[in-house]
């Protein structure tokens, strides 16, 4: 009987650390709501992407990006207890308000691009990386070009560009579009890996473009002529 009470004491003790295990894992939520049911847009959410997935997106897209970031360890990250989305009626694509991310139902309803799931995937990607991402803050701010551009980034490494984007190799500055910006940072990232995720952990109190030297020892503008001149090579 002592030899049956061990084993049960035993297995009770890992069942405890598999819960505590399970809870550490989930702590953070993900909420996604629809509030345009009913709506063009809103009845094609529901119908051909769904809150659920995109739940679930959302939390396969927040390990994707601390993957990305180098962030495996929760005191290099921002301190986010939960993340909603929510379809909402407004002009535009899609917005992020701290950890609030927006897609916009009109957006949905027009989208004829592609398949729309395909696209609410690339958005997440975007916007939820808005919500992780160091911005410069207190110090100097990075520019929004940048900041956006790392959003496609991300995106572009889950492989979800959009197909609207322009094509690898143009644009005349870096910063010139956000997709633009993705395609340079990607070339960037061809030269240091890991390099996109050490730019991101330099802006954690603020931003220099100096950090383009810093890591790969030319300067943005430098390092886009040299991107320019290698893809039309």
Known sequence: MAYQNLIYMFLSSLVLISVTSTEKTCALEFVV???TVGTPG???FDTEVGAEYCRQTLEKATNFIWQIFGQSNEADRKNVQSISMSVKPFDGVASHT???IQVSADYISSFSFGDIKTEITGIIYHELTHVWQWDGTPGPRAPQDLLEGIADHVR???NLPGPYWAKRGSGNRWGERSDITAYFLDHCDSLKSG???????KMKTGYNESYFNELLGKSATELFADYKAKFHS
Do not use: I, M, R, Y
């Not at 390099?195 to 952990?201: D, Q, R, S, T, Y």
């Open 195 to 201: 390099f996109v995720g050490e730019l991101n952990k």
């Open 33 to 35: 709501s629809n509030e």
């Open 98 to 100: 701290g950890d609030e």
């Open 156 to 158: 572009l490494k889950a």
């Open 42 to 44: 809103g009845t094609k």
